[in-house]
């Protein structure tokens, strides 16, 4: 059974600073890799989808990673804003597009 | 394009009683799911479907019903409400399964059963 992993569970950074947020699974035969982002109240946005043939996926300001041999990914946030505080998930994807969560990071990027 | 609409957002249901909660998508996608999200916690899948007339259990199943008779729609079934089930409920669909689809979430419904 798929188990994924994000560690921590909040993360507080002034702005401008540069956010790591990390995802570990433990089966590495996934189909891809997601990473969503929550702001209070609201549903999921996607944000990057990394296919398991991918090492990363870039827009703009955000930068994700995939290693499947090591079951990581990680979330790169470059130059980070008060408008990027919010949570975020990442999940992996498993056949017939089952997306497994992890519980997410909280984020506050502060003024 | 609405994309994937939910209804109701709020509700409050006595233990035992009944709901549906409503999930609509106007992007013609063949994959539809129900996740629940607890506090401070990831999502967990409760059913799927593949398209119309086909549905599938998750991770959560227990307690819940769903049916899929249109593409557009995929209505989540409670049928005795206890307070375990207290959790915002999120809808989601997707185009056919290829690795490189996003899945499209719903605003979700957030449901007290006291």
């Known amino acids: 059974k798929q188990e994924v992993t994000q560690i921590p569970a909040a993360l507080s950074v002034p702005e401008g600073e540069n956010l790591v947020l990390n995802c570990s699974f433990t089966d590495s035969a996934i189909y891809n890799l997601q990473w969503f982002r929550q702001d209070p109240g609201k549903g999921l946005t996607s944000l990057l989808l990394?296919?398991?043939?991918?090492r990363e996926q870039t827009s703009g300001r955000l930068n994700a990673s995939l290693d499947k041999s090591s079951g990581r990914s990680t979330l790169y946030i470059a130059a980070s804003q008060p408008g990027d505080s919010a949570t975020y998930l990442c999940?992996?994807?498993?056949?017939?597009?089952?997306?497994?969560f992890g519980g997410g990071t909280r984020v506050l990027v502060k003024p | 394009n609405a994309g994937v609409t939910q209804t109701p957002k709020f509700r409050i249901l006595k233990i035992g009683q009944s709901m549906t909660l409503q999930c609509a998508q106007d992007m013609n996608h063949n994959y539809m799911y129900w996740y629940r999200q607890d506090p401070g916690m990831g999502l967990k899948l409760i059913y799927y479907s593949v398209g119309a007339g086909i549905t599938d259990k998750g991770e959560v199943p227990n307690g819940y019903n769903v049916s899929r008779s249109t593409t557009e729609d995929f209505p989540l079934r409670l049928e005795l409400a206890a307070p375990s089930q207290t959790s915002v409920y999120f809808c989601?669909?997707?185009?056919?399964?290829?690795?490189?689809?996003?899945?499209?979430f719903g605003p979700g419904t957030r449901l007290t059963v006291t």
């Open positions: 990394i296919q398991s043939s991918q």
């Open positions: 989601a669909s997707s185009p056919l399964a290829q690795s490189s689809y996003e899945q499209y």
């Open positions: 999940a992996a994807e498993a056949a017939g597009n089952k997306l497994t």
